[in-house]
């Protein structure tokens, strides 16, 4: 599976921003993915993750109860909304794909996931 995340921005501490991740390739495969982000200096951290059928829902504790994570199999996009936005959500954004032989898996470690796209940049100024 490749990815492309979109989305990102500068935006003001307690707006919102959605990211968008577009799968391509194996997608007649299930695969659960994940978002994850780092700060410069800050160890990659998972923000939120999501099996295939959006039945199992995962979510950092520094974001739960602000980002939604969802998913469109038809379009084979996977969506972060972002809301409250808070200055220490700045990093680099990426979504990530694991294939799995079940739609009931949701990966919450970075190093179950295999594919990886480029990040995008989310910025929040105070």
């Known amino acids: 599976v490749q990815l492309q995340a979109s989305g990102g921005g500068l935006v003001q501490a307690g707006d919102s921003l959605r990211l968008s991740c577009a799968a391509s390739?194996?997608?007649?495969?299930?695969?659960?993915v994940g978002w994850f982000r780092q700060a410069p200096g800050k160890e990659r951290e998972l923000v939120a993750a999501?099996?295939?059928?959006?039945?199992?829902?995962y979510y950092g504790d520094s974001v739960k109860g602000r980002f939604t994570i969802s998913r469109d199999n038809a379009k084979n996009t996977v969506y972060l909304q972002m809301s409250s936005l808070k200055p220490e959500d700045t990093a680099v954004y990426y979504c990530?794909?694991?294939?799995?032989?079940?739609?009931?898996?949701?990966?919450?470690?970075?190093?179950?996931?295999?594919?990886w796209g480029r990040g995008t940049q989310v910025t929040v100024s105070s």
């Open positions: 390739g194996r997608t007649d495969h299930y695969y659960g």
């Open positions: 999501i099996n295939w059928s959006a039945s199992i829902t």
């Open positions: 990530a794909a694991r294939i799995s032989f079940s739609p009931d898996y949701v990966y919450t470690s970075g190093s179950d996931y295999r594919s």
